[in-house]
């Protein structure tokens, strides 16, 4: 196989209706604060989140980009080494979050939103996850 033209996910773009809530969830909930700020003259008008290893979401106040109307999220994901904890936090700080489920592919998740509304998928990986099995099996789905 050759090598991808794509290395990793560089970044996720969001709008967010209220920067400073938006802010405040990833912060108090994943534990990540921005790496900087977008400004447009003395106005704050987005962020960027640094999730390690390269790997960024970029938060925009909605209504000030040009390309909020054609551009949409399904959702996110994001990895976890205690899934128990995150969701524990999250419910701790008001937060509603699913319960956790076995899904398909042999790795724990549960759900949440954040305060835009944007649905993030939390991940905990387990020895039988398929993500780190063989290629070219199939994932049966049962949805």
């Not at 809530?21 to 909930?29: G, L, Q, R, S």
């Not at 969701?87 to 956790?100: L, P, S």
Request: aromatic letters at 14%.
């Amino acid at each position: 196989m050759t090598k991808p033209l794509v290395k990793q996910v560089a970044h996720t773009c969001i709008f967010a209706r209220d920067l400073d809530a938006v802010e405040k969830f990833y912060t108090d909930i994943c534990g990540v604060a921005p790496k900087f700020d977008f400004k447009r003259g003395e106005s704050r008008i987005g962020f960027y989140l640094d999730f390690g290893n390269r790997t960024f979401i970029e938060v925009f106040l909605k209504g000030e980009s040009r390309f909020e109307e054609s551009n949409q999220i399904n959702h996110i994901c994001f990895e976890t080494d205690d899934i128990d904890a995150f969701m524990d936090n999250a419910r701790a700080k008001g937060v509603e979050v699913t319960d956790k489920k076995l899904g398909v592919d042999h790795t724990w998740q549960c759900w949440l939103a954040d305060p835009s509304g944007v649905k993030l998928e939390i991940f905990q990986y387990t020895p039988q996850s398929m993500q780190f099995g063989p290629d070219g099996v199939v994932c049966q789905v049962d949805w």
